[in-house]
């Protein structure tokens, strides 16, 4: 059964069913008078709410299968995933494959769907650095201070942060690198290491900002966005338009002014200023809540994980979603600069969508399979350790 003795499993599936659903009201809310209007979406109000709707039933589909299929899974065809991964970043540049807005190639399209690479490859980065994590404590005898897999980690890194920053994905790649740095950092290679990367990165980011001259202008906008109200400003001076309407309680659901045609890409990149105009302070609050349960669950899955893959797994699923929400509601309420993100569970699209649900039943999984109804056997042929399930037991 998938909740089992874990409290946490029901505070998880409660914390993603509250943002999914509270995500499905106000995409409905922030695109109805946009999709009734327009001739591209049948003049159907409904439209986007039909799609995410479908989204979430097949989200939670995946979720309920990969809730039963033991982890170790990962482990085991980890090259195979990491492959199939990468050639999928890769397709995106392919002609009549690929699908292009507002100047970025992010999307494979299925012809039925659009499918966006970049967030597989998120999750992917995460399990690949709690496998190398794993491979790396059994190989050194428990020691993670040495240099040659954390190169090895880091040239996989860039390998797959190369492609999504030429879709252009910079906002991604900075969710990618900064999740994938804290996991190694938490995982316990030295600081002194990490911290030579530092330098590098910054300078990195200097340089990709410098060579787009459109991400400069954000930058500059993101300083003083009212001095640039009409231009590289807009979107930040209308999502604080929005926040300032919505006050303590809000204005109420499908009151939001800025929805009719002022802020754009309200349904995804924005939605959550929708939500601090129609539910206020105290729905900015509520989402705000639901993300930092569901990072702490996470955690305390890792906490009661049964090896050192299901651990780090867990650990790296909840920050690189801690950390893109985090991003997202910074970006709304113009304390980080425009990055182009959608905040996990609420914002429109499938891919999103479906692809964090999957990695909360993964979740599920490594707590189902952790802690009790797991003994720890020595493998000895093998010269490690291996867990069993106690028969009997519903965690097994």
């Not at 998120?122 to 190398?132: H, N, P, Q, V």
């Not at 400069?216 to 309407?245: E, H, W």
């Not at 109420?252 to 206020?280: A, C, N, R, W």
Request: proline residues 4%; aromatic residues 12%; charged residues 15%.
């Amino acid at each position: 059964m998938i909740f089992g003795k874990r409290h946490e499993n029901m505070l998880l599936v409660t914390c993603v069913l509250t943002l999914a659903l509270i995500g499905i009201v106000m995409i409905y809310s922030a695109t109805n008078v946009m999709a009734a209007s327009s001739l591209k979406y049948g003049r159907d109000a409904a439209w986007f709410l039909k799609k995410q709707i479908l989204y979430l039933a097949l989200g939670i589909a995946v979720s309920m299968v990969l809730a039963r299929i033991d982890y170790d899974f990962y482990r085991k065809h980890m090259k195979w995933l990491m492959a199939a991964g990468f050639l999928c970043l890769l397709l995106v540049f392919v002609p009549g494959l690929r699908h292009s807005a507002n100047g970025s190639s992010r999307w494979i399209n299925l012809r039925l769907c659009l499918f966006q690479p970049s967030e597989m490859a998120k999750f992917l980065l995460i399990a690949y650095a709690a496998w190398a994590i794993d491979k790396a404590a059994v190989t050194d005898a428990g020691s993670l201070a040495t240099i040659k897999p954390y190169l090895t980690m880091m040239a996989v890194l860039g390998f797959f942060i190369l492609p999504i920053l030429r879709e252009p994905d910079f906002g991604m790649s900075v969710v990618i690198f900064v999740s994938f740095m804290t996991l190694l950092f938490i995982a316990g290679f030295p600081a002194r290491v990490l911290a030579g990367i530092v330098p590098v990165a910054i300078a990195g980011v200097v340089l990709l900002v410098k060579l787009e001259p459109y991400r400069m202008k954000r930058l500059t906008a993101f300083l003083d966005p009212f001095a640039q109200a009409s231009g590289a400003g807009y979107q930040v001076v209308q999502s604080l338009i929005a926040f300032s309407n919505g006050g303590l309680i809000g204005s109420g659901l499908g009151s939001s002014k800025q929805k009719l045609f002022y802020l754009p890409e309200m349904h995804t990149d924005y939605i959550f200023s929708v939500v601090g105009e129609e539910l206020g302070f105290l729905g900015v609050t509520a989402v705000g809540a639901c993300f930092l349960v569901l990072v702490w669950v996470g955690f305390r899955i890792a906490r009661r994980a049964r090896d050192p893959f299901g651990k780090f797994l867990a650990m790296g699923f909840s920050v690189v979603i801690g950390l893109q929400a985090f991003m997202n509601m910074m970006v709304g309420l113009s304390l980080l600069p425009p990055k182009g993100m959608v905040l996990p569970f609420l914002s429109f699209g499938g891919s999103s969508l479906i692809l964090h649900m999957a990695a909360a039943g993964i979740m599920i999984n490594i707590s189902m399979k952790g802690a009790e109804g797991i003994v720890k056997e020595t493998d000895h042929s093998r010269g490690r350790d291996r867990w069993a399930c106690i028969p009997g037991d519903s965690a097994c």
